[in-house]
Structures are given as structure tokens and as C-alpha cells.
């Protein structure tokens, strides 16, 4: 029988660890730092607990895109996909791996993704929304006409493309000021690549590479609950967004969305009825998450008997058909 | 047989229509703008010809609260709730009220408060999220330490409070940067929406005032998909939030959502799911949406025979049931 696969299942190297630490109190941190830095004993043992059989590793956030020197974040970025590589190749059974991509050098960020898939091995990449590049201060979206020949040869490489939450840029924060424990992943995280999402959908790229696999994490971001209300604005108030299709159309035809963080049926059924089961892929988020949680969560959540909306196996093996794994 | 009651229908006086416009492209104001004036004869035909026997109205957005001298906001409050209240008493079968509220003065919006509900028979308030004072450049949260007389008299007075989306501050616009389809009801709304009742839950509002009846558009704003991950992650990440309840038992205790907004089946299961058809309460949000495609989608959408799940003729009981109305 074949068991979960974990998809959004982080790690760290030395020079990105601390990226992560000011997301979280310093008594949470010892356990969450040493967890990150682990890609066997630890890692193994929680899959082995909890029926996990493969973990699908990727880079902490936000790591490479906020190394705003572009020749670093190549250096940093090649480090990283190496370090894991390595990690993959201990443990062929249990690990594969999703690339972390230097995208301030569109470039750079086209021949390390090369790199990761063909030599590396790496069965898709992740990246941790927009990049500052130059300066801590000049933020880009991937919507950028620079990424253009990215997403031409991701289409052309046939790999999926997991955008994963940062925080907003600073500009945003007087929204939650006095309210800390709104930023990162109780808030501020997903309403940023919710909206980088719409942002990538409204700039039409999905008509130009109408075959780019795209992944959500957390169920989507809140899309799948409010993507047609998005687009029913966006129709009446008619002002010229570029994309030729409806928005939720590019969410069932381009996107998978992963249980990371999101261990809640109601909202699996939402995303569930919305896009089909077909699109939805297991993942933990560990270390931030727990694989008992995602694990206990999944195994017990019984939807319906419908093809359309079954959960369990079938979404591992949806995990096969997207990556080839 | 008691037809359908729509919760969230706008109106505007000469004074604040023009604060709609911007929200909207030239092509379609003509329509919106006489829609928003008219206070029978449009309205009624709209109501008769799709089954709703009774509109709540309230004024448009942001309105009063982008008023930023005090006094100005006071006067042009009351203007509005009069001509609303006398908009009521030429139809009162069909039409009642939430007052607008000058929330610029917290002591003018008590008395007027007051006014609206005693005098002139308004059945539950609506503010436009944060109100500008003193400058345009001071932006206050209804969170704010000021305000908390005016929570305790709205929860002495019994009476709901409708928390409306406005614009969020211009210091977030460059999220969307390049995306103007995206600001307005299309996205920046509800996430402005969202975090101000972030705000206010944490805030531990509803655990010093326990009783407060709080209301939400657009089916809670996507808070019904995510706030199990919010409270979770609040929790795991322990940075002494306010607030001494889970946030979604707020949520379950002292909030209502309307359909406001958003005629979708997958999102109002899941908001049922998470809080019961109880607290569902049907709304349009007119004449930004029509009435017909808010009555044809609730006519027709039939999602559980389960007592929690039901909706339909209860929708509308649960309004009587709230505002005594």
C-alpha cells in the first residue's frame, strides 16, 4: 500500500536558518532551528511514526529571495539545492526535493532550475514569493515581464512551480500594527501570495504558458473560498485586467493545492468542491507544522464517497501524475 | 409565507455618493449612482420582482468615515440616517435600517447611536471599517482604546454591529501595484475587512464585552476558510495576544455572515459547516449586485436537509431573531 507523501516539508542550511527565526518566539525556536537543520534522524522518525513514507523537501522562507545581491543568492540558492541533493541521494526512498531558485537573476534562476531537475534530480521547484533584488528595497513580483523566459522554459522543463508565503513588504505593516501575532502565517503570510497568485493569474500568464503546473500551499490561500467573488468583481467593474479567462478557470486547469497548515475538513470540502480532489496534494509544513497533526487530521477526514471529492491515497498518487516522481 | 430579507443594500445621499465612484469604472456609475439615490421606486420593483419583502438599508462606502473633521462626520451621519429613517416610514413594510455612525467623535457616535435607534427605529448600525480624524492621514481601528465606551453602549443598546469593508490604507496599494482590478470588492476590501476583525477579536474586545452582536459581509470575508489555521498558528507562536478565547469561538458566539457579495455554494457550505445556517443571513449587497442574481442562486441553492446546514426561510428568521426587527 502506498503511503503519504508530505509535500511542503521544509529544511534550512547554516546560511538561511535565521531567515525563519523572527516568525517565531525564541522558546518555539531551539526545537523549530534543530528540526530545520535535520534531514535524517528526526525527519525519518516523524514519517516513520506517522505513515509518512516520502517527504518532499524545500528551503525555509524567505532565504534566497530576500539575499538581494544577485550573485549571492545563485551561490546560496546552488548551495542549498546541493545540500538537499545530498540528503535525497542518503535516502532515495524517503526524499525527494523541490529547488530553491535565485529568480533576482532570471538567468541565474533559468540554469539552477536546469541544474536541480536534470542533474539534481529535483521533482519541482519552490519559491518564496517575490525577490528583492539590488536593494533591500526594490521588491518584484513575479508577474515582472523580466520573468517572462522563466516561465517559458518551466513550461517548456514541464516542472511544477510551488509559490510559497513571505511576509508583505514593510510597506504593508501599519494593516496589523500592534497586532504581532497577526504577521507570518496566522495572516500576513497567505493574504501575500494570495494576492501574488491573482497577480500572476490577471497578468495573463497563464494564457501565454497555458501548461505551467502551479502549487498553493494552506489550501490555497483563501482562493478557493473567494475566487469567484474576485472574478465576478473583476467582470463587473471591467477595467481591462489582461488575463482572457475567467480566474477560476486557470485555478482548475493550472493549480494544485496542498493540506500544508490547513488541517480543517470544512475548508477542504470548500477547496475540494471547487477544484476536485484531483488537484489537492498532502503536505504537513513541517517543521512549523506537525506530522501528526496533518497526518492524524488526514487519515481520519472522510468527505464523501464521490470520485470527484475522495481523499486518502489518491492523493499521493495525484503527487505522482503532477511530478513524475 | 415569509419571503427573503436583504441585509446589506446601500443607498447614498448627494453628500456621499461621489465616494462610491472611484470604486467604479465611468461606464457603469450612471446606473450605480441612480440605483444608490433612489429610494423607491428602482428598489421596489427590484425587491417585488425577486421575492424580497424587506431591504435593510445602510449607507455607501466609505462615507462617513472618510469624513475626517468630527463635526462634518456628525452632521452628514445624522443627515443620512434621517433621510434613510424617512425612506422607512414611506415604506415601512419594506424597508428598515443600519444607522451610519461618526465614529470620528466616539461620543457623537454613542448619541447618535442612540438617536438612530430610539428615535428613528434603526434595527443594528454599520460602520465602514477604520474612520480618518483630525487628518486624512490618521487612520483608527475600531480597536483602539477609545473606542471601548462605544462597545460597551452597543452592547447595553443590544443592537448588531455590520462592520462594512472600506479601502484599505493607501499604504498597502503597493501590493497591488499595476493590478487596479484587484482594489475595491475584488480583493483589497475583504482583506481590509478581514484583519480589522482580526484586530478586534484579539484585541479581546468580545471577552470584555461578551455579549457584542457583530456582523460580517461576504460570508465572513474568508474567516470561515482560515481561522482555524490563525488561532493555530496564534497559539503555537505564543506572542501574548489579548485575547483569552480561540478566536473562531468568537466567532461561533458573536458573529452573523451574510451572502453578501458572494453567491457561492462551496464557500456558504463551508461557512455552515464551521458556524451553523443559524448565523447566515441573507444579503445582495445593492445595487453594486443585483438583486435577482443574489435570489436566484439563494432560491435554488439547497445544500444539506441537516438542521445545521439548512437554508432558505430561516435565513430570514435568524435576522428577525437578531435585530428584534
Not at 550573485?71 to 535525497?88: L, P, S, T, W, Y
Request: proline share 7%; hydrophobic share 40%.
Amino acid at each position: 500500500m502506498l503511503g503519504k507523501i508530505g509535500l511542503e516539508e521544509h529544511f534550512a542550511i547554516a546560511e538561511t536558518l535565521g531567515d525563519s527565526e523572527k516568525f517565531h518566539p525564541p522558546g518555539v525556536w531551539p526545537a523549530l532551528s534543530r528540526n530545520l537543520l535535520d534531514l535524517m534522524e528526526i525527519r525519518l522518525r516523524e514519517m516513520d511514526e506517522n505513515g509518512m513514507d516520502m517527504m518532499i523537501l524545500s528551503l525555509n522562507s524567505p532565504a534566497i529571495q530576500m539575499i538581494y545581491e544577485p550573485q549571492k543568492a545563485v551561490e546560496i540558492a546552488k548551495k542549498a539545492n546541493d545540500e538537499m541533493a545530498e540528503a535525497v541521494a542518503r535516502n532515495p526512498k524517503r526524499f525527494r526535493g523541490f529547488a530553491a531558485l535565485p529568480m533576482q537573476d532570471p538567468d541565474a534562476a533559468i540554469m539552477e532550475m536546469h541544474r536541480a531537475v536534470k542533474d539534481l534530480g529535483c521533482v519541482g521547484v519552490l519559491v518564496n514569493g517575490y525577490s528583492q533584488i539590488g536593494s533591500p528595497e526594490k521588491y518584484v513580483y513575479l508577474d515582472d515581464p523580466m520573468y517572462r523566459p522563466f516561465w517559458a522554459e518551466l513550461e517548456k522543463l514541464d516542472v511544477p512551480f510551488y509559490n510559497h508565503p513571505r511576509e508583505p513588504m514593510p510597506c504593508n505593516d501599519k494593516q496589523i500594527e500592534g497586532h504581532p501575532w497577526l504577521a507570518g502565517a496566522a495572516w500576513t503570510f497567505g493574504v501575500e501570495t494570495a494576492v501574488h497568485t491573482l497577480r500572476l493569474m490577471c497578468s495573463g500568464l497563464f494564457d501565454e504558458f497555458p501548461k505551467l503546473k502551479y502549487i498553493l500551499g494552506h489550501l490555497g490561500e483563501t482562493l478557493p473560498f473567494c475566487i469567484w467573488r474576485t472574478q465576478n468583481r473583476i467582470e463587473k467593474e471591467a477595467r481591462g485586467v489582461p488575463a482572457k479567462r475567467p480566474l477560476p478557470e486557470y485555478m482548475a486547469k493550472n493549480m494544485w493545492l496542498t493540506t500544508s497548515g490547513q488541517f480543517r475538513t470544512a475548508a477542504l470540502l470548500n477547496t475540494m468542491m471547487e477544484f476536485g480532489s484531483d488537484r489537492i496534494l498532502f503536505a504537513t509544513d513541517f517543521p512549523f507544522e506537525e506530522v501528526k497533526d496533518a497526518c492524524d487530521w488526514f487519515d481520519a477526514c472522510s468527505v464523501s464517497d464521490n470520485d470527484r471529492l475522495k481523499i486518502g491515497r489518491e492523493n499521493s498518487v495525484n503527487l505522482f501524475k503532477l511530478t513524475g516522481l
